[in-house]
């Protein structure tokens, strides 16, 4: 599956007003790193259509809470995205991660299990 930017898949074209998703900017950025675990910041920023400064706040977040791991690679960071973390929402808390990246990212699935 091919990624793009944000503004190229949106269904209502770039620079919509009423732009809104069903997923928030942290499940979009937690998804693209499972895609693509050595991406650059600015390509996450690029593909879910936030700044930056946006998207390197929103990866502080992920790191914190536990669901993603930051490693140093030279000049380049690499992601690896936790299983079996619950998802946050008290409507979903009988609900794992792992369920969300099975049916969003499914190589991402074969890749931890592997």
Same mark, same amino acid.
């Given at each position: 599956?091919?990624?793009?930017?944000?503004?190229?898949?949106?269904?209502?074209?770039?620079?919509?007003?009423?732009?809104?998703?069903?997923?928030?900017?942290?499940?979009?950025?937690?998804?693209?790193?499972?895609?693509?675990?050595?991406?650059?910041?600015? &390509?996450?920023?690029?593909? %879910?259509? #936030?700044? @930056?400064?946006? *998207?390197?706040?929103?990866?502080?977040?992920?790191?914190?809470?536990?669901?993603?791991?930051?490693?140093?690679?030279?000049?380049?960071?690499?992601?690896?995205?936790?299983?079996?973390?619950?998802?946050?929402?008290?409507?979903?808390?009988?609900?794992?991660? &792992?369920?969300?990246?099975? %049916?969003? #990212?499914? @190589?991402?699935? *074969?890749?931890?299990?592997?």
């Amino acid at each position: 599956m091919a990624t793009q930017d944000f503004e190229a898949e949106s269904p209502r074209g770039p620079g919509s007003e009423n732009r809104w998703t069903f997923l928030t900017n942290h499940a979009h950025v937690l998804l693209t790193i499972a895609r693509d675990p050595q991406i650059r910041m600015r &390509d996450v920023a690029a593909r %879910v259509g #936030v700044t @930056e400064r946006a *998207a390197q706040k929103i990866v502080a977040d992920l790191v914190e809470a536990g669901y993603i791991t930051r490693l140093r690679a030279g000049r380049r960071n690499s992601y690896t995205v936790a299983t079996g973390r619950p998802l946050r929402h008290p409507l979903d808390s009988g609900h794992e991660l &792992d369920e969300l990246l099975a %049916v969003l #990212v499914p @190589e991402s699935t *074969a890749r931890a299990e592997g």
